[in-house]
């Protein structure tokens, strides 16, 4: 019932989505985001379900041994960070289990799952703030209430000083989207409800309401090529962890084989695969298949269903789509095509094990890594190798 207070309830699990997990004394499920596993708390329910509710958290009676001081100060405002008050050991451990939890009905037997991490502080390497009046910050979780802050522990620090300076600058009120790569050269997209525009600041390009100002596009050196960007197309965020991230997936791949690579982006795997076999890739995003046969990389402007339902026969399938998952035709056309191996990396553990539940019958995991590339939060990116059984 909305309102009713639940009194002593016992975390015990986290869901996928940063919650922690209780049941009330009737059995109902229970989610309240800011807790922990073995804390017992009192929480308030805002939204009842039926089958679950949702809670806020009012106290906690017991805090859980995971449970540490945050070490930026707003923890418990900012809607960022949902994991900032969890103990780092115990975020890996949290998701492994999330991930397990989500092949529950996996057929086959599951491999060691690996974990690989690096430094939980200033990762990221692109990020969005909000700014009224040139004071920046982040929503309060579930609202649109701005928290300012001076400072932010998971963006890189280079960068949040850029966009703090131009917010401040230019007086900006609106959304600031800013990346920047490995030779500290930076662009931001700007969607501004005021702006007194003045200078650029410390970016080197910025687009303010689609009208562009310097530089358009940077690119990002890896091991296996230079991979462009702009400043509305996709690209992953975890500085410390990207070259090794691109490199395993990559190394999945047999060599010597005709690779399909489906939602290809501007080519940050392509560029490998290419070093691996012949590589037919897709992606449906015009600016980033474009940015992609700029660098040299022959990546058509189609969707994965459709591409792929033209391609007679290949040896491994490479995809890596958004959080919503492969599409049902594209798992339809890999149940055609029987490539030898399918490599899926995946930012929603949802619906990776959805997709692959549905193609066990044919296939079986061989190899699953999760990396680590939002310390702090509930996100999870998996790289999992199938081959045929």
Known sequence: MENEIIKNLEITDTSYGGAGVGRSESGQVIFVQKTVECDIIDAKIYEDKKSFAKAELIKIIKPSSFRIEPACIYTGEC????FAHIDYDAQKNIKKRIVLNQFRKYSHIMPEIKFFSESSKHYRL?????????????????????IKAEKCLIIKESLYNKMKEFASINNLTGEIYAIENNDDLSLADIKAESIDYKSMAGFDGVCINNKKYGLSTISFNTPYGAVPVTYKSFFQANRFLLNTFQEYAVNLVSNSLDIVELYAGAGFFTCGLMQKGSVSACESEQISSNLGRGAGYNIATKESALFLSKIKKCDSIFLDPPRDGADKKVIENIKRLRPYEIIYVSCNPVTLARDIIRLEKEYKITDFAVFDMYPDTYHIESVVRLQRV
């Open 79 to 82: 809607g960022g960070c949902s």
């Open 126 to 146: 692109r990020a969005t703030a909000r700014s009224s009046h040139g004071q920046i910050g982040f929503f309060k979780h579930g609202s649109n209430t701005l």
